[in-house]
């Protein structure tokens, strides 16, 4: 029974993740190995609490071993990893208990700071535990199986996702904490964007550059600092400004275009349009601050673009430089006040047409 969400307005339909797919792959093909009957569909039990009824694909077996896959199903999310199909070959072993490993397409974890340690295949706990359970209920008391996910085509698909920033090499992660994939969850984004600072933190780094886009992560580049050092928070500002915090980091370098940052200036620190749109309302505010007269603070109250509205800005008067200056400082100023002075902060504020406009806040050296 598929399920579904409304979301601004749009009708959007649940999925399940690669560690639901890994559970009941292993669940079917041992239930196959120790029964002899080849079933087509199998029933597992997902930490959210629904149940889930999959269909097997590709049963091959051999003395000993059965394997068989299922394919994930993203739901609406834009997931890279939807329609791969999550494969698990279970094979006796001598005594007892249940072994896992990581097969082809199955990343394996290289660095510190994530929930598996360094070596192990990027099976994710939850999705371990979702295994070992599964298959627990369909195993024999006092025999043994070795189990191996592998995932053909995860290795291409792999560097689509986070993977390659994490230190996960040569395949996809099996993940999932609740085993549903939830159409265009922020907590899931969330908890990659936090990965990342996981993993900059285990190494030892303190300093790290927030953009909320590819105009900051493009100027910090030709800056020349180093790609991994730059997170797109997309936008959630403040939710990485508090991990930060937490992962132990001293300096911030905020990068980014005028038309997200002056929200920030206002103190919005989740700049999506559909939680906060004040751009022309904050600059405007400005624009009056600086002496705009009526007119022209109806002008940017209609305009488009924050491009359009420092044009208009800029005829009627007002130095943009000193203007840029006020909101960058704004800014800086907004930040340090949300992590209670709890990390140094340098914000750098661009625009398309006219490059860097200002800086602000305490310079960090790299």
Known sequence: MEVYTI??????????????????????????????EKIDTVEI???????????????TSGEGWVKCGIRKDGGDDPDATHGLIIYSKVELK?????????GEGVGVVTKP????NPGKPAINPVPMSMILNEVKKV???GKGVKITISVPGGEKVALKTFNPRLGIVGGISILGTSGIVEPMSEEALKASLELELSILSAEGHKKVVFAPGNYGKD?????GLEERLIISYWNFLGF???????????????????????????GIFNTHSHVADARAEIMAAYAAHFGADKKTVDKVLDSNTTEEALDIIEKAGVNIKDFSQFIADRVYMKCKQYVYDKLNIEVHLISLKRGIIAKAGEKVEW
């Open 7 to 36: 979301k601004e307005g749009k009708k959007l339909r649940y999925g399940y993740t690669t560690g639901s797919c890994a559970a009941a792959a292993s669940k079917a093909a041992t239930y196959m190995l120790f029964t002899g």
């Open 45 to 59: 039990d997902t930490p959210k609490g629904w149940h889930l009824i999959l269909d097997v694909l590709d049963v």
């Open 94 to 102: 001598e005594g007892e208990g249940i072994d896992v490993y990581g």
């Open 113 to 116: 700071g994530l929930s598996v």
């Open 139 to 141: 195993l024999p008391e």
């Open 219 to 223: 100027y910090a580049m030709k800056e």
């Open 240 to 266: 990485m400004l508090e991990k930060a915090v937490e992962y132990g980091f001293a300096h911030v370098v905020l990068a980014g275009h005028i038309g997200k940052l002056v929200k920030v200036a206002a």
